[in-house]
Every structure is written in structure tokens, then in C-alpha cells.
């Protein structure tokens, strides 16, 4: 078991992690205290566009949007609890854009969430083994030693201790594997801000099944109704807050969440059946100091956790699991030094932070205490995330850029440069060899680094494609992009640019080459000049 990562915790960031990990071939454990492997509600039903691009790299996006659907439309309520004040979007239904093809967030609760992820995770032979809780842990050189404590069929809790290269703490606000590690929870309790969530049922409900329903305001109390994805279905998501909220009466059960409920919206009319489940959420605004020590790192929620609002927590728990997993691999692989594990610290720390930053001043907005706050509710276009960048990372090369400028790691990568450190942007209508069209998103992979060479002068193909030869064709895959007019004949894999959207979505001015590396987390790692540049970038990743 030595050589196995095992993860503890099975939300979506370790579910991805582990996903991540077998697509590089790297054997996985991952646990979760829960005795069920099903999770209850819609909490954390916001999917965001760069989530989904990562879903798209581990082959499980067509799935996830099977099960998805749109954002609902906000209706507020006046002080009858029937006439609407305010109808609006949360945010704006966008174009697809050849470079970001998938644009729009959507939603999806966490307990289908999960269950996808899971499924998809069983087809490689990988069960979340539940029940099964992480009780400490001891790290030497070469292992994490593991004491878990497990359910057996006789309903007895059995100890086993399991010898692991690697320990991955997914496991939540309480994360048990961040408290042993000795991390600190920067950040603050806002102790005026605790939420009742839940699911409950309505018998032939008469609200809009298109509309999120909000009644009272944020000066005093509110509660929501959000109903469900599908057509017909009957359940409904609850989130009540305010400094004047009964949330011990709404928290109690059915009874006590009807009466608080039909006094802060003034509606009789609505026939509640069985609460699926309630439970109070106290707000925290809080991050790790560094995200590992040794053989031990975080991720998720057990590495940062904050104000629901904007949805953000889920799918910067994806990128947490996007980013190390690659890295995580080729150490475990014994194919890069040790110090590229120290990367994911570097990356993800300043994304985090201006994350937070982000989502609290976008709950202030939205909880406003104010009579009219309803303009707080938008979410706007940041929150998609494909401003998240890594420039300045000590493994990004860009020999475009001087560097000098100052960088928002939650905002920079909006600003149409792509630099190194950006997403990679998507890059339609390329022609292959066989004359088919295919899009550039289709060559990257989570397991390989793909190197893009723009130029259509056969020397820089040469030195490009003799530069890699001393890397595996496992880890590196160079494919040669001429321009839409070129009459070169080149080797190896060609795409013609023949809609011109490669060249432009990559900056790359007309009549001049480069190079153009693709991590296997969807991140530009590098642009080169020249062929030179890549044993740069590589020297810190490959041994």
C-alpha cells in the first residue's frame, strides 16, 4: 500500500483528485467518514466554467451537463409575501465564444454532484470506501502512516492502520487531517451570520417552478426557495439568514421552519411536505497558511472556507485537486523533484487569498442591511473564474512578457493577453491531416503536458521536435499548428489553423513563431521563442 495517495474525504475536490490521479496512473485510496455514500441537497449547486473545462479533460463533462440545468431567475417579494418587487437575472446568459465555448455557469446539487463523480470513479476500479474515518497520522521520509477506524458489517467500528506514500486532507471546514498537520485557519468567524439551510418538500406547489423565490429582507430576516433541476420534481432548497431569524425554531423541524417561514413571507398557501433536511451554517471567512507539509497537503474546503455566496467554493476546491494532481503524479512516479510539489503552495495560496477577498466583499453586498439590496444578488462575470492565473509562478516561462506588472491571481487572466500562467484558450475549426476539423481542447489531457508549435518554418519544427525527443512521448506531445495559408509539408502532428482562431486566441502576431506550452491542468506552463526555452521550463518539472 506504500505506493498508494490516499484521500480522505470523498466531496467533489477529492473525488476530482482522485480521478485526476488515475488518469496518471497513480494507484488511489479515498475515504470518508460518512457511513452513506450519498449526500442530502442542493448545497453547493453552482458549477462554474472553468470546473467544467477541467470536467472536460477527465472525460466526465457530458455526464455532469446531462444532469445539469440553468441558472434560476431571482423573484424578491414585497412585504405581502405575493406582489414581486424585483424579477432578475443572477447573472448574465452569455454567447459561447470560440475560446470559451463554455461560458454559462449551471447548476447542479451536490448530491447528484457527487454521485456522477463517483460513478465515473468506479469504472477505474476506485470505491469510496465509506465509513471509514481518519483518526491521526505520522509522516516519515518516505510514508504517511494512517489510523483509521472503519465499520465492519457487524456494526462494529474496527481499527486498521494503513501505510500510504501520500496523504490528501479533502475532509471539509473541520478537516481533521489540516488540525493534525498543525496548519493555521487564518480568517474570521462573523458571528452575526449563521444560516439555516436545508430541502424540503411542497405538495402541489404554487410558486414559478422556473424562479428562485425570496421573501423579506436582509435588514431584519429572509428565507429562499430554490426549486429543484428537474420538471415535476417537488423538492425545494432553503437558505434563511438575518440578524432577526429564529434559527433555532426554523433549524428544529418541520413545524418550527413553517412557522417562522409563513411569518418572515406572509404565504399560507404553501402545503410543505417532508424536510429532506435543515441544519444551521455559521459563516467563516478562513485560509491556510500553506497547503501541506511533507507527504501531507489540503485541499478544498479543508483548506479555505467562506461566505457561499458567488459559489465559489466548490469549484476552487476542482482547481485545488486540478493543480496538484499533476504535480502529485509524476513526484509519486519518481519523473520530477520533490520541490514541484511546493508549486501547488506557490500557485493556489495567492488565488485563495484573492478569492476570499472577493467573495466576502460579495456578501456584504448581497446581505446589505438595507430595505432595497437587491442589485447585490447579481452575480457578475469574475465568478466564471477564467481570470485565475498563476503569473509570477516560479514553473511559468514567458519570454513574451517582461514580468514587471503587478497581477490579481482572481482577475489578470481576463485582461485578452494570455500570458504564461493563464487558461489555455480553446481553439476551433483546426484541420488535421486526414482533412477533419477538430478543436484544440481535444489534444490536452490531465496526464501530459502538450507543446504547441506556431509556425509554419520547418527549422523550428526541427529543433522543437529534436529538443523533445529526450522526453517521454507519455508526458510531452508536440503538435505542429501552421497557419491557415501555409504550403509547408510538416511532420509528426499538424493541425492547419485553417479559422485562424489558434494564432489569434494565442496572441501570436502574424509572420512570427512560438512555442506555447499546455500543463496538463489546462494552464499555459510557458511561451518560448524558441525551441531553447523548453528544456527551461522542463528543467524544474522532469528529472
Not at 465509513?131 to 477506524?149: K, N, Y
Not at 478562513?286 to 459559489?311: E, I, L, Q, Y
Request: hydrophobic content about 40%; proline content about 6%; some cysteine.
Amino acid at each position: 500500500m506504500t505506493d498508494t495517495v490516499l484521500i480522505v474525504g470523498a466531496g467533489p475536490s477529492g473525488l476530482v483528485l482522485a480521478l485526476s490521479l488515475i488518469k496518471n496512473g497513480v494507484p488511489v485510496r479515498i475515504i470518508d467518514k460518512e457511513r452513506s455514500n450519498y449526500k442530502v441537497g442542493q448545497k453547493g449547486s453552482g458549477v462554474h466554467p472553468r470546473t467544467m473545462e477541467v470536467y472536460k479533460l477527465l472525460g466526465v463533462l457530458p455526464d455532469i451537463l446531462e444532469e445539469s440545468g440553468v441558472s434560476h431567475p431571482l423573484t424578491m417579494y414585497d412585504s405581502d409575501g405575493v406582489s414581486i418587487k424585483v424579477r432578475m437575472p443572477m447573472s448574465e446568459e452569455l454567447e459561447s465564444t470560440p475560446d470559451r465555448p463554455i461560458i454559462n455557469p449551471i447548476l447542479l446539487g451536490q448530491d447528484a454532484h457527487e454521485e456522477i463523480l463517483r460513478n465515473y470513479l468506479a469504472k477505474f476500479g476506485c470505491v469510496v470506501e465509506t465509513g471509514t474515518e481518519l483518526v491521526s497520522f505520522e509522516q516519515s521520509p518516505d510514508r504517511v502512516t494512517a489510523h483509521l477506524l472503519k465499520w465492519n458489517d457487524a456494526n462494529e467500528q474496527v481499527p486498521e492502520t494503513a501505510e500510504v506514500a501520500w496523504l490528501i486532507g479533502t475532509d471539509g471546514g473541520k478537516s481533521t487531517v489540516r488540525k493534525q498537520l498543525g496548519l493555521t485557519f487564518m480568517g474570521e468567524t462573523k458571528a452575526a451570520e449563521r444560516w439555516v439551510v436545508g430541502d424540503i418538500q411542497i405538495n402541489n406547489s404554487p410558486l414559478d417552478q422556473s424562479a428562485w423565490h425570496v421573501w423579506g429582507d436582509a435588514s431584519s430576516r429572509t428565507v429562499s426557495l430554490r426549486p429543484y433541476l428537474k420538471p415535476g420534481d417537488d423538492r425545494y432548497y432553503i437558505i434563511a439568514a438575518g440578524p432577526d431569524l429564529n434559527r433555532e425554531r426554523m433549524a428544529s423541524g418541520r413545524e418550527g421552519f413553517i412557522e417562522e417561514f409563513r411569518e418572515i413571507s406572509k404565504r399560507n398557501d404553501i402545503n410543505f411536505g417532508k424536510v429532506i433536511f435543515l441544519s444551521q451554517f455559521q459563516v467563516n471567512v478562513r485560509m491556510v497558511n500553506k497547503f501541506g507539509v511533507g507527504r501531507v497537503f489540503v485541499a478544498g474546503d479543508a483548506a479555505h472556507v467562506h461566505s457561499p455566496t458567488g459559489g465559489q467554493g466548490i469549484n476552487t476546491g476542482v482547481l485545488d485537486a486540478n493543480n496538484l494532481a499533476w504535480k502529485l503524479a509524476l513526484v509519486h512516479k519518481h519523473l520530477a523533484p520533490p520541490s514541484l510539489l511546493e508549486t501547488y503552495n506557490a500557485e493556489r495560496l495567492p488565488v485563495v487569498a484573492a478569492m476570499l477577498e472577493c467573495t466576502t466583499e460579495l456578501f456584504n453586498k448581497t446581505f446589505t442591511r438595507a430595505d432595497d439590496n437587491h442589485t447585490g444578488w447579481f452575480r457578475g462575470y469574475i465568478l466564471r473564474q477564467f481570470g485565475v492565473t498563476y503569473r509570477g509562478s516560479p514553473i511559468v516561462v514567458d519570454e513574451t512578457n517582461p514580468g514587471d506588472e503587478a497581477v490579481d491571481p482572481y482577475r489578470s487572466g481576463l485582461d485578452g493577453r494570455v500570458q504564461g500562467g493563464d487558461r489555455a484558450p480553446e481553439a476551433p475549426g483546426l484541420v488535421g491531416a486526414d482533412g477533419g476539423k477538430v478543436a484544440l481542447f481535444d489534444s490536452f489531457g490531465p496526464a501530459h503536458h502538450t507543446v504547441l508549435v506556431f509556425s509554419d518554418d520547418v527549422k523550428v519544427h526541427v529543433g522543437v521536435l529534436d529538443t523533445l525527443k529526450s522526453y517521454s512521448s507519455a508526458l510531452v506531445k508536440p503538435i505542429i499548428i501552421l497557419p491557415k495559408n501555409s504550403a509547408v509539408n510538416a511532420e509528426g502532428d499538424i493541425l492547419r489553423d485553417e479559422e485562424g482562431y489558434a494564432f489569434k486566441h494565442y496572441n501570436i502576431p502574424e509572420g512570427t513563431s512560438l512555442v506555447v506550452v499546455v500543463r496538463p491542468d489546462g494552464v499555459v506552463g510557458a511561451r518560448l521563442n524558441a525551441a531553447e526555452g523548453l528544456k527551461l521550463y522542463f528543467q524544474p518539472i522532469f528529472l
